[in-house]
């Protein structure tokens, strides 16, 4: 068996054996290596950004940077050695040849997705990999939400006024903003509406808005085609950053890593900074150490879930937006039954007026307690690795910072172990969530707790509660009892019926 040799600009060189055999075409060579690598593989390294092309004997694979040839020798050589295997017709011999060549893309026109370059029968791509495609120009659309339409409650008061300090360019607003809360309590809107607000002033400054997804991808692309100083550019020169669902960060250093240092130049510079996530950035442990203290620097507000009074302010609300005028009993049996936030409330709304759209003349009252039957939407028990902690942590009388934290204290090691036990019990989560819920790195930290929780009611041991000391199976049936029949804000009496 011959060898053939794999060149690589910057010294970089790598050798892969090679069956004697003549090429075809590259389309069988496309989808050899989907079927080897997989789509997504071959979308990131192959799709864009590469150029093979096929003569006689001869194998050249263009990369638009060194990173990418390196990576591609680096990984799939061998792969591009057995596709080739796969499509030879004949004895003659291939030599194979990765090379960096940024300046066959350089000077390529822009292109739309699909456009051919040259042959396809010899090119594996016939795109422009290295130009962005511009897609047209559209008309922004107006922000939907503002900061005058959030409606507050003493659950979110705090966090509307982190976020109108920030939106209206307060002398006094902290450098750094760091909003958290459950599904549904309005993060998205607090940040769209802070934006929203900077746009419109005047002096606002530069402002950009972008999810953590967003901004992994981009940094991910701008790595592989050479464009980090663009990427940068973009991302730290600019007055407001504003970052959506930055749990989505974890377990990513990399990222977390650039996300580091994009978070001090804005800073030093003195740009404002404002981030949400689902959890306190403490906890979990799902950043690293010099990220998480750049987070807990700043003003970290907690946007609390919805009480009752607010859940009929937003049912009103919705339904006035949609024409639909609900009777008090009704609004009463939306807010009751929908526990899950603003979604939930827009649900139950959306799910009445196509009610009301089928029978005008329906009774909304009836036609509430028809939809959303006599509990939650969201299903007779709806628990959570949420709901129990903070449920343990009321009978324990510790925080969940201290539940997902590292203290040994024999309170918060009993709380852990109800937890761990009633998580297991009451929901369908696999250990490494439950883990991941309770700010442990491995489950089998869990499944112990759990164990000892178990053997301990078994035997009518005790665990300490506020209380002082009380049976452990006592206090383990009124969790079960406070979890699986949930209650609600209360609400006022004349309300009802």
Sequence with gaps: MSRARCFVENNVSSSIAVLPLRLKSTEGL?????????????????????????????????????????????????????????????????????????????????????????????????????????????????????????????????????????????????????????????????????????LRARDGGRVRSMTAEKFTNEYLTAMRMGGLDGFRTRVRHNDLLVIDDVQFFA??????????????????????????????????????????NRFIAGVVV???????????????????????????????????????????????????????????????????EAALGGSSRLGPVRIDIDSIIHTACDAFGVTPLDVRGSSRRRDVVDTRGVVAMLARELTQLSLPEIARGMGRTAHSTVLQAARRMRSRCDSRGSVACSDGLRDARVVLDQMRIALTRPTVSPRPKSRVG
């Design 302 to 368: 907690e946007v609390g879930s919805a009480d009752f009074e607010l859940r009929r302010k937003l049912a009103i609300r919705f339904a006035g937006s949609r024409a639909l005028v609900l009777p008090p009993t009704a609004v009463d049996l939306v807010a009751d039954r929908c526990l899950g936030g603003a979604r939930e409330i827009t649900g139950a709304v959306s799910q009445l007026l196509a009610m009301r759209s089928l029978d005008p003349h329906i009774d909304l009252v009836i036609a509430a």
């Design 30 to 198: 496309e989808q050899g290596l989907i079927k080897r690598i997989g789509e997504r593989k071959f979308e990131m390294w192959f799709r864009d950004g590469v150029r093979c092309t096929l003569t006689e004997g001869h194998l050249r694979v263009d990369a638009c940077n060194s990173f990418v040839a390196d990576w591609i020798a680096r990984h799939y050589a061998n792969e591009l050695r057995d596709c080739a295997a796969e499509i030879s017709v004949d004895g003659s011999a291939i030599e194979v040849e990765i090379v960096a060549s940024p300046a066959l893309f350089a000077g390529a026109s822009i292109l739309s997705k699909g456009t051919a370059t040259t042959n396809p029968s010899n090119t594996l791509d016939s795109r422009d990999p290295c130009v962005e495609v511009k897609s047209p120009k559209r008309t922004p659309r107006p922000p939907a939400t503002r900061l005058e339409d959030f409606e507050v409650s003493p659950s979110n008061a705090l966090a509307l006024h982190a976020a109108r300090s920030v939106g209206m360019s307060d002398a006094n607003a902290p450098p750094m903003t760091f909003l958290y809360g459950g599904c549904g309590t309005g993060k998205s809107h607090l940040l769209q509406a802070i934006v929203h607000e900077r």
């Design 251 to 292: 377990n990513k250093p990399a990222t977390q890593s650039e996300f580091l240092f994009t978070l001090d130049a804005l800073l030093h510079a003195g740009a404002k900074v404002v981030v949400a996530a689902d959890a306190h950035p403490s906890s979990q442990n799902r950043f690293s150490p010099p990220l998480t």
